[in-house]
């Protein structure tokens, strides 16, 4: 198994940045796909971008391609997820997931480690 830890949200102004952390503990953190997700409040949980196990392959919701970064660093069993040009619509609880292979699968139901998840607000 795979324990995951998100750090970094937080409150910005819109047109502001911030970067999340999730730190993997447990089994190689390289055999796993990442992916970072989303929850607003009302609303379902989505993706945001997806990594895979060697960072060849990256993938982006298209709400947030340009804004947003994902990548990992193996050495230091972590992935982080780079935020810019936020908007009030990324206010949401940002959760970071795992899954042993495969590819950076966009469905919820992919991933079956996941984080507490962690808090960004973004203030127009």
């Known amino acids: 198994q795979v324990q995951l830890v998100e750090s970094g949200g937080g409150l910005v102004q819109a047109g502001g940045s911030l970067r999340l952390s999730c730190a993997a503990s447990?089994?190689?953190?390289?055999?796993?796909?990442m992916g970072w997700f989303r929850q607003a409040p009302g609303k379902e949980r989505e993706f945001v971008a997806g990594?895979?196990?060697?960072?060849?392959?990256?993938t982006y919701a298209s709400s947030v391609k340009g804004r947003f970064t994902i990548a990992r660093d193996n050495a230091k069993n972590t992935v982080y997820l780079q935020m810019d040009s936020l908007k009030p619509e990324d206010t949401a609880v940002y959760y970071c997931?795992?899954?042993?292979?495969?590819?950076?699968?966009?469905?919820?139901?992919?991933?079956?480690?996941w984080g507490q998840g962690t808090q960004v607000t973004v203030s127009s």
């Open positions: 990594i895979t196990r060697s960072g060849t392959s990256i």
């Open positions: 997931a795992a899954r042993l292979g495969g590819t950076a699968y966009s469905s919820v139901t992919a991933y079956s480690y």
């Open positions: 447990g089994r190689t953190f390289s055999s796993y796909v």
